[in-house]
């Protein structure tokens, strides 16, 4: 019997378009592995919609709030659907930076200092008298990204005090919460993980080398803007590190079937976690495929058994 | 250990495209086809008006009855039948031309882009109006002009801008090949240029030995029912002048039209021919049909109503929930509205917090070649309904009065980390 998949991609989140092309490519790869496949956005027909085809299962490529902070889990949860993808709870505690970190560093791995701030924090305490204390706390220089979203929206590094303002200002264009962390210079890198019989297991690691030495949005999504190293030019042992880690946070925040970890690489080989993706970008320039193939695998191949994985959990 | 950059091609790519690059701010609107989302952005000309059974009649009658022709290759230069009645309508702007001198093109976009191909080498400069057409800017780019703005006000190109500039860029040893300009409810800014302007910027260009490429789209779109005599009615041999049904008729249909003098004519159908043998036979010959049996000029005449209604909505709207420090043209036709924000506004670092809140505008950065802009805005009415218009304009002020609150905590605008294209595709609504 041919299975019915529905991909759920697109939203309203400032990550619309890189889901709707992550959620296109593996719509094509799916089809190509037979099964039967659906692409929808998530809008006001979405519920009707699955109650009256009952897809086998469904595969989350939303990225942003609205594939990863879990709402979109929950409704499927409650809709009695199985999907691929961690459960609404441990999308809850990645989605939220901070807590990612702290959750990630209480497991005995590092992670740059930070420190998360709303906006309205900013306002009613005096901007210029916290933003001494955010420097006098965490030194120069810092990274400042919003709390929640992904492909680099709204970060910016800052070198000097006289840039922080304008740096949280563009942060807070994005939501209310601004995180703020130590800026390590070093190699980035992602770590794909994915859920075998045996346990989690890391894929192939990707280093990540931007020409304008800025892994910004531009960065990410032209092609040739970036070279890719896979496997990352690393020691043995600082690849098992890095593994280690992205399999500790796989486990420690309780992800399910794939995840993304984003970490740095110190000059003096220490590894240092920035955050986990729960929903991880398909798209012909994200970090995933390249993993997948360099682990001489296809996405489609790899999808294909997540979803036959979340059809045997059932709902 | 060699890694990949994903693009094999990287290193054979010409220098004209250094700046494609994906864009965070291009990509935002991805969600402005949302229906939830009050787009305020694209310039989507509103066609539920056109008589869309009597179109299909039409279309299905030319296959039957021509099939054999439209569904063939043609002229480079396009069908004869149409380049005349483009010169009826032409001459609706005063235009005297000849049906030898207008060449059809895939949309005035082609026209723009042929030209700016047969004239400019890479840094020659082109003087364009502070702001000016995102599209436009874009083909210059890709043919590697150099564009220096002139300032405009509410009666357009300024004639002494106009001659500083020229000045200014001789004495820097960078004469100046053509003048770009939208003269009629201008495309973004909204203004319209002064009839008594008009000869006096062709004089300046003809003694500055530059010639005027005149972009008309929106000419007889004005919602005074007054026609603006066109530039290139009172001179033929200094002015290329661009046509379109766009936004007249349809933009689904992509075409338009140039009006050359006979020499650049000659060479413009060479280059129309080397970049698409022909344009669309059948679309010219649907065209054609309309104007020869539809009531053309009322639907233009429905349409002014239509945007005219809803230009009075977004203007009214704008007046209601604007912030002190905010202005806007008040365009005559067209479909455009340029809104000037507070001091120290981004309106491009905004966007982001304008898709929360569900609204699209195009920023105003897209449409300077030199980075100016930030403070301003383009907002299109042509689209959506007025209820969507007031409801856009509503969200739009919560916008604004959010990104001030921050502000005003930071004392500071967003830092500027935006680069690559900051406009909407075409069919963004």
């Not at chain 1, 992670?111 to 955010?134: K, N």
């Not at chain 2, 008589?51 to 039409?58: M, T």
């Not at chain 2, 003809?206 to 029912?225: K, V």
């Not at chain 2, 109503?305 to 009075?312: G, I, K, L, V």
Request: with cysteine; aromatic share 6%.
């Amino acid at each position: 019997m041919t299975r019915h998949v529905v991909v759920l991609a697109g939203g309203l989140s400032h990550e619309r378009d890189v889901s709707l092309r992550s959620g296109s490519r593996l719509h094509e790869s799916l089809l190509g592995r037979g099964l039967e496949v659906t692409q929808r956005d998530t809008d006001g027909e979405l519920i009707g919609w699955l109650a009256a085809h009952r897809p086998d299962a469904a595969v989350i490529v939303l990225h942003g709030s609205r594939g990863e902070n879990g709402a979109i889990q929950s409704i499927l949860e409650m809709a009695g659907l199985p999907y691929v993808g961690s459960v609404a709870s441990s999308c809850r505690l990645s989605y939220e930076k901070n807590i990612a970190k702290n959750l990630v560093r209480r497991a005995g791995f590092s992670t740059p200092d930070w420190v998360s701030l709303s906006h309205s924090t900013f306002r009613d305490l005096g901007a210029g008298a916290l933003m001494d204390l955010l420097i006098g706390h965490l030194g120069l220089p810092l990274m400042v990204k919003p709390q929640h979203g992904g492909s680099a929206l709204g970060s910016a590094s800052v070198r000097t005090a006289e840039e922080l303002p304008a740096a949280l200002v563009g942060a807070f264009a994005y939501g209310e919460i601004a995180l703020v962390e130590q800026f390590v210079d070093g190699t980035e890198i992602a770590v794909t993980v994915l859920d075998t019989p045996d346990g989690p297991a890391a894929l192939p690691v990707v280093e990540i080398e931007p020409r304008s030495g800025v892994f910004d949005y531009e960065s990410r999504y032209t092609a040739g803007l970036t070279t890719y190293y896979t496997p990352a030019r690393l020691p043995a042992e600082t690849t098992s590190a890095v593994t280690a880690l992205a399999i500790g946070a796989h486990r420690t925040l309780g992800l399910r079937d794939v995840s993304r970890t984003d970490a740095i690489v110190a000059p003096d080989g220490a590894v240092q976690f920035l955050e986990v993706n729960v929903s991880p970008g398909l798209t012909e320039t994200s970090l995933l495929p390249m993993s997948v193939e360099a682990a001489g695998r296809d996405i489609g191949g790899v999808y294909a058994e997540l979803i036959e994985r979340a059809v045997g959990r059932g709902a | 250990m060699t890694g990949t950059s994903l693009d094999r091609h990287i290193q054979r790519y010409a220098q004209r495209t250094s700046g494609m690059r994906a864009s965070a701010i291009r990509a935002l609107f991805a969600v402005a086809n949302r229906p939830e989302v009050v787009s305020l952005a694209g310039g989507m000309p509103y066609l539920r008006s056109l008589p869309l059974e009597s179109l299909a009649a039409e279309a299905a009658g030319l296959v039957a009855e021509d099939g054999l022709v439209a569904l063939q290759y043609g002229s480079g230069q396009g069908i004869v039948e149409l380049r005349e009645q483009i010169c009826q309508v032409m001459s609706l702007e005063g235009i005297k031309a000849h049906p030898d001198d207008v060449m059809v093109t895939v949309g005035s976009q082609m026209a723009l882009d042929l030209t700016t191909r047969i004239f400019i080498d890479p840094g020659d400069v082109i003087l364009a109006e502070a702001p000016s057409y995102v599209g436009a800017l874009g083909t210059f780019h890709s043919y590697q002009a150099q564009v220096v703005h002139v300032a405009m006000d509410d009666d357009g190109l300024i004639p002494e801008a106009l001659v500083a500039a020229i000045e200014a860029c001789r004495a820097a040893g960078r004469p100046v090949k053509l003048l770009y300009t939208i003269p009629n409810f201008h495309n973004p800014a909204g203004v319209t240029m002064a009839d008594a302007r008009r000869t006096e910027i062709a004089d300046i260009c003809r003694r500055a030995d530059i010639a005027i490429l005149e972009d008309n789209p929106y000419g007889l779109l004005g919602f005074d029912d007054r026609v603006r005599r066109a530039i290139r009615a009172d001179d033929a041999d200094n002015v290329i002048y661009l046509g379109s049904f766009s936004k007249t008729f349809a933009p689904g249909l992509r075409v338009g039209w140039v009006l050359a003098p006979h020499a650049v004519r000659e060479k413009l159908v060479l280059a129309n021919e080397a970049a698409t043998l022909n344009p669309p036979v059948f679309n010219q010959m649907l065209i054609s049909r309309y104007l020869a049996t539809f009531d053309w000029q009322s639907q233009i005449k429905a349409y002014r109503q239509t945007y005219a209604e809803r230009r009075d909505t977004m203007l009214a709207a704008l007046a209601d929930r604007m912030p002190e420090g905010t202005t806007w043209t008040s365009p005559d036709g067209g479909f455009y509205v340029w809104v000037t924000l507070p001091e120290g506004f981004d309106a491009s670092a905004m966007l982001p917090r304008a898709v929360t809140a569900r609204v699209a505008y195009v920023p105003g950065n897209a449409f300077y070649a030199d980075g100016l802009g930030t403070r301003q805005l383009r907002l299109s009415y042509c689209f959506p309904t007025p209820e969507r218009i007031t409801e856009g304009i509503r969200r739009l002020s919560g916008v604004i009065a959010g990104e001030l609150e921050v502000m005003r905590t930071f004392g500071t605008s967003p830092a500027r980390a935006i680069a690559g294209p900051s406009s909407p595709a075409p069919d963004t609504a």
